[in-house]
């Protein structure tokens, strides 16, 4: 029973663990993915974001000809599902009586809602999303709503979930609910637009919340004067089919004389580098951790075994008295091993999935350290990790076994019978 307990113990510590940091990583995919319509792959002109590119970006937007010729590519494209056009833009926010600088993007709304499947259809904190409103409307990150003298009205708390925020109208006030957005042109020349505001949306993280908005294309390249775009989103139907797909649509696109770069969105120098350093953090604090559980376990089923084995040094010197070999003992013991890291992994799955269940549906939020909003507790079920958990624990039982067992037979037989 000690061997069983401390078995389960590690497991279900290995797993709940693994789960959260699956979870986590999860998370932060789809909500980049879907929830901020950044899809599978992510099409832009080379250079976009060089020196250059940041000094003159409306320089390395892609013309309407090259819009074009990216649509027809990817409407010919089977494996392709959707894709989105999308606009940067940043300038000055003002609703009369203060300003503040803004950053955001404009995108097609027509595809938006497809881009971001049925989970994140709905996803505005408050008001409704853009696809629900009229041609002149923007959300924005619910600290600039605030900064704007925008409020929930009446005052209510929304958390997401993993089903993504619930479906339904929460109303906004706005002491003047029409912002002014200005910006520089291409041609050095102010340019303003008048939208109203009928969302919030979580800007991601606190400081980017603080300055996010999101607005219609039109609009966007109203703001800008151009007609151009500063991106594709383009959604898959195989995720794992990102890498092939990407490499082929960069040959055809750059066959057709554009200098684009097709690339996951991880890999994007700006989109994916929050999700690269959080997933690599996590990955080292994972190792670590499931790296002490393992040294923890062991020792725990290592001293129980030893123990086990040292009580029944008599009865192993009869079993040799009787003519049975040291490898005979040897196969004996590894597979009692076997079998108490199986039942006890057993026992740990069992817990580990009750855990699991309880803990998901508990509802239970936290404040994310560089995220905006609360982030909702909750642990991944990875048939794998309890797979590779059990073999792990077997494993470490059947070596815990053998090293005890050795220490046992070395002595000779009638050591063994005379031990007490």
Same mark, same amino acid.
């Given at each position: 029973?000690?061997?069983?307990?401390?078995?389960?113990?590690?497991?279900?510590?290995?797993?709940?663990?693994?789960?959260?940091?699956?979870?986590?990583?999860?998370?932060?995919?789809?909500?980049?993915?879907?929830?901020?319509?950044?899809?599978?792959?992510?099409?832009?002109?080379?250079?976009?974001?060089?020196?250059?590119?940041?000094?003159?970006?409306?320089?390395?937007?892609?013309?309407?000809?090259?819009?074009?010729?990216?649509?027809?590519?990817?409407?010919?494209?089977?494996?392709?599902?959707?894709?989105?056009?999308?606009?940067?833009?940043?300038?000055?926010?003002?609703?009369?009586?203060?300003?503040?600088?803004?950053?955001?993007?404009?995108?097609?709304?027509?595809?938006?809602?497809?881009?971001?499947?049925?989970?994140?259809?709905?996803?505005?904190?408050?008001?409704?999303?853009?696809?629900?409103?009229?041609?002149?409307?923007?959300?924005?990150?619910?600290?600039?709503?605030?900064?704007?003298?925008?409020?929930?009205?009446?005052?209510?708390?929304?958390?997401?979930?993993?089903?993504?925020?619930?479906?339904?109208?929460?109303?906004?006030?706005?002491?003047?609910?029409?912002?002014?957005?200005?910006?520089?042109?291409?041609?050095?020349?102010?340019?303003?637009?008048?939208?109203?505001?009928?969302?919030?949306i979580d800007g991601g993280y606190k400081?980017?919340?603080?300055?996010?908005?999101?607005?219609?294309?039109?609009?966007?390249?109203?703001?800008?004067?151009?007609?151009?775009?500063?991106?594709?989103?383009?959604?898959?139907?195989?995720?794992?089919?990102?890498?092939?797909?990407?490499?082929?649509?960069?040959?055809?696109?750059?066959?057709?004389?554009?200098?684009?770069?097709?690339?996951?969105?991880?890999?994007?120098?700006?989109?994916?580098?929050?999700?690269?350093?959080?997933?690599?953090?996590?990955?080292?604090?994972?190792?670590?951790?499931?790296?002490?559980?393992?040294?923890?376990?062991?020792?725990?089923?290592?001293n129980t075994m030893i123990k086990i084995?040292?009580?029944?040094?008599?009865?192993?010197?009869?079993?040799?008295?009787?003519? +049975?070999?040291? /490898?005979?003992?040897?196969?004996? =013991?590894?597979?009692? $091993? #076997?079998? %108490?890291?199986?039942?006890? &992994?057993? !026992?740990?799955?069992?817990?580990?999935?009750?855990?699991?269940?309880?803990?998901?549906?508990?509802?239970?939020?936290?404040?994310?350290?560089?995220?905006?909003?609360?982030?909702?507790?909750?642990?991944?079920?990875?048939?794998?990790? +309890?797979?590779? /958990?059990?073999?792990?624990?077997? =494993?470490?039982?059947? $070596? #815990?076994? %053998?090293?005890?067992?050795? &220490?046992? !037979?070395?002595?000779?037989?009638?050591?063994?019978?005379?031990?007490?």
């Amino acid at each position: 029973m000690a061997a069983i307990l401390s078995i389960a113990a590690g497991f279900v510590a290995m797993v709940v663990f693994e789960g959260y940091i699956e979870e986590a990583r999860r998370m932060m995919y789809t909500e980049t993915a879907d929830l901020r319509m950044h899809g599978h792959l992510h099409i832009e002109v080379s250079g976009r974001w060089s020196p250059e590119g940041r000094e003159e970006p409306w320089n390395f937007n892609i013309s309407e000809d090259g819009q074009k010729v990216i649509e027809d590519t990817l409407a010919a494209t089977p494996e392709v599902t959707i894709w989105m056009k999308g606009l940067w833009i940043n300038g000055m926010v003002t609703n009369d009586v203060s300003s503040t600088l803004f950053m955001g993007a404009g995108y097609d709304v027509g595809s938006s809602a497809q881009m971001r499947g049925d989970v994140w259809k709905w996803n505005t904190l408050y008001g409704v999303p853009l696809e629900q409103s009229h041609t002149s409307a923007v959300l924005v990150g619910k600290e600039l709503g605030r900064k704007m003298g925008c409020i929930p009205n009446p005052p209510q708390v929304v958390v997401r979930t993993l089903k993504g925020y619930p479906a339904r109208e929460r109303p906004i006030q706005c002491a003047n609910s029409t912002l002014q957005f200005s910006g520089i042109t291409p041609a050095g020349q102010v340019s303003a637009v008048d939208l109203d505001v009928v969302g919030f949306i979580d800007g991601g993280y606190k400081e980017l919340d603080a300055r996010w908005v999101a607005m219609p294309l039109a609009q966007a390249q109203s703001l800008g004067n151009t007609r151009s775009v500063s991106f594709f989103s383009v959604k898959l139907k195989d995720p794992n089919a990102v890498l092939e797909v990407g490499e082929r649509l960069k040959k055809q696109l750059r066959d057709k004389g554009l200098s684009v770069e097709v690339m996951p969105w991880q890999s994007h120098r700006l989109i994916g580098e929050v999700y690269r350093k959080v997933t690599s953090l996590l990955d080292v604090f994972r190792n670590f951790v499931i790296g002490v559980i393992l040294c923890i376990a062991t020792l725990s089923v290592l001293n129980t075994m030893i123990k086990i084995v040292k009580e029944r040094t008599r009865e192993i010197g009869t079993w040799r008295s009787l003519g +049975y070999r040291r /490898s005979d003992l040897m196969a004996l =013991f590894a597979m009692e $091993g #076997a079998l %108490l890291g199986l039942f006890g &992994g057993g !026992l740990g799955a069992g817990i580990s999935a009750i855990f699991t269940f309880a803990v998901n549906a508990a509802g239970i939020s936290y404040n994310g350290g560089l995220f905006a909003q609360p982030v909702p507790l909750s642990i991944a079920f990875v048939p794998a990790n +309890y797979i590779g /958990s059990l073999v792990v624990l077997a =494993f470490v039982c059947i $070596g #815990a076994s %053998l090293w005890a067992t050795r &220490g046992v !037979l070395r002595k000779k037989i009638s050591e063994n019978l005379i031990y007490a």
